[in-house]
């Protein structure tokens, strides 16, 4: 079964989707070029989008290593209870956090989360780590794994399954 856009997505659409994901610094005058639009149409398009919530916001990357960021965590979190509001304390608590670049509820493991966190060693990690997650109320277990080599670090949606109606 495919899955619907809520907006239908031409080929122009879905190239102008396609550069911002790979620069979202671009111009409107770049873009529209990049694209095959004039600029007004390129401008009005990339409102629609917007307007539509397609593009949610255009950010810089950092690079972490040469911000002194250099350990990435993946944790595993087990919670005590399966209740909406242990569940809902949880992820107020971590929204709080920098360090977690990316909070996800799983299913088919043990753990209840995942998270990504991002500190600059081993020491801060443990601070983290104790002070602060395994603090919040209903965590019962934690797993941590530490990334030894970023293979693959892509924020960039996989666009070619989106319909395209018109050509």
Do not use: W
């Not at 500190?119 to 601070?127: A, F, I, L, N, W």
């Amino acid at each position: 079964m495919k899955s619907q856009t809520p907006h239908k997505l031409d080929r122009f659409d879905r190239k102008i989707l396609a550069a911002l994901q790979e620069d979202g610094s671009l111009t409107n005058l770049q873009l529209a070029e990049r694209v095959g639009l004039s600029a007004s149409p390129c401008s009005r398009r990339v409102q629609k989008l917007e307007d539509a919530g397609m593009i949610e916001d255009r950010a810089v990357m950092l690079d972490r290593q040469k911000l002194g960021l250099s350990l990435t965590v993946i944790l595993q979190i087990a919670m005590d209870r399966h209740t909406p509001e242990r569940f809902q304390n949880f992820e107020d608590q971590v929204a709080q956090y920098p360090e977690v670049q990316e909070c996800y509820l799983i299913t088919g493991q043990e753990a209840d989360y995942m998270l990504k966190v991002v500190v600059p060693d081993m020491d801060r990690y443990q601070q983290f780590l104790l002070n602060k997650i395994t603090r919040i109320e209903g965590v019962s277990g934690v797993h941590s794994s530490f990334v030894m080599r970023r293979v693959l670090d892509s924020r960039a949606l996989p666009l070619k399954y989106l319909d395209d109606d018109t050509g």
